[in-house]
C-alpha cells in the first residue's frame, strides 16, 4: 500500500515533443504528490507538486495532472528540450510528523534535438 | 532559497575505515533531515528520518548501529558509516524539510566507494 508504481522506465521524445510520465498510487491517506528531476551525479530538485484537492497544476512547461479517483497523476513536459533529458522521480507523502516520501521507480528521459 | 549542502560530494576509503557525511542546511532551519540511498539507476530509498534534538527514526532493515546519524543542532545533521565494507558502496542523499508542510530540499550527494 506504501508504493507509488511509475512508468514508463524510459522515455525517449523529440525536442519540441510532449513528455508524459504516469504513476499510481494505493494509499488513500496520501496527499502531497511532488515530482523531482535528477540529473547524473547530482541530488534530486523539485519541480513541481500538487494536493488532491486540485486536479491539475501548471508551472510553465510543466503540468501535474491529478485524477483522484483512479489514484494516478502524470507529469506532461511542453515543448520538450535537450535540456529536460534527466530522470524523473513522482513521490508520495501523508501529512503527519515526518512527511516521508515514497518514490516511485523513476524515468530516463531522454530528448533528442 | 532552500539550499541543502552536502559535503564531501565524493569519498573513496579502504574497506573497515569509518566515513562521515554532512548535510548542512544553508538559508533555512531545518526540524526534519532524511537520510537517502540510492544505487545506479535505482530510486531513492529512504535510511532513516531524523528530527534536531532526538535520535533518528531508522527504516526497516537499516542497522542504525552501521548508519550512525546525528541531528544535533537545526542546520546540520551527519550521516557516519562505521566500518564500512564495499557492499556499502552507493550515492547517499540527504534532504532537509523546514517546520509545517514545507518540502523536502535535496543536497547534491556523497558518492561513496569503499575499496
Known amino acids: 500500500q506504501q508504493q507509488v508504481k511509475q512508468s514508463p522506465q524510459s522515455l525517449i521524445v523529440q525536442k519540441g515533443g510532449i513528455s508524459i510520465i504516469n504513476c499510481a498510487y494505493e494509499?488513500?491517506?496520501?496527499?502531497?504528490f511532488p515530482w523531482y528531476q535528477q540529473f547524473p551525479g547530482k541530488g534530486p530538485a523539485l519541480l513541481i507538486a500538487?494536493?488532491?484537492?486540485?486536479s491539475e497544476k501548471k508551472e510553465g512547461r510543466f503540468t501535474i495532472s491529478f485524477n483522484k479517483s483512479a489514484k494516478q497523476f502524470s507529469l506532461h513536459i511542453m515543448d520538450s528540450q535537450p535540456g529536460d533529458s534527466a530522470t524523473y522521480f513522482c513521490a508520495a507523502s501523508m501529512r503527519g510528523a515526518t512527511n516521508k516520501l515514497i518514490f516511485g521507480t523513476g524515468t530516463l528521459l531522454a530528448v533528442q534535438p | 532559497g532552500a539550499v541543502v549542502s552536502q559535503h564531501p560530494s565524493w569519498v573513496i576509503c579502504k574497506s573497515g575505515t569509518s566515513v562521515k557525511i554532512e548535510c548542512r542546511s544553508l538559508?533555512?532551519?531545518?526540524?526534519?533531515m532524511f537520510w537517502y540511498r540510492q544505487f545506479p539507476k535505482q530510486s531513492l530509498m529512504l535510511m532513516a528520518t531524523?528530527?534536531?534534538?532526538?535520535?533518528?527514526?531508522?527504516e526497516q532493515g537499516v542497522e542504525k548501529d552501521k548508519f550512525l546519524i546525528n541531528h544535533a543542532s537545526l542546520t546540520l545533521s551527519t550521516l557516519t558509516v562505521t566500518s564500512a565494507h564495499p557492499e556499502d558502496s552507493s550515492f547517499y542523499i540527504c534532504s532537509a524539510r523546514p517546520g509545517g508542510d514545507g518540502p523536502q530540499h535535496f543536497g547534491d550527494g556523497t558518492r561513496l566507494s569503499i575499496l
Open positions: 494509499n488513500t491517506a496520501f496527499d502531497y
Open positions: 538559508d533555512f532551519q531545518a526540524t526534519t
Open positions: 531524523s528530527n534536531e534534538g532526538s535520535k533518528a527514526t531508522y
Open positions: 500538487i494536493r488532491p484537492d486540485v
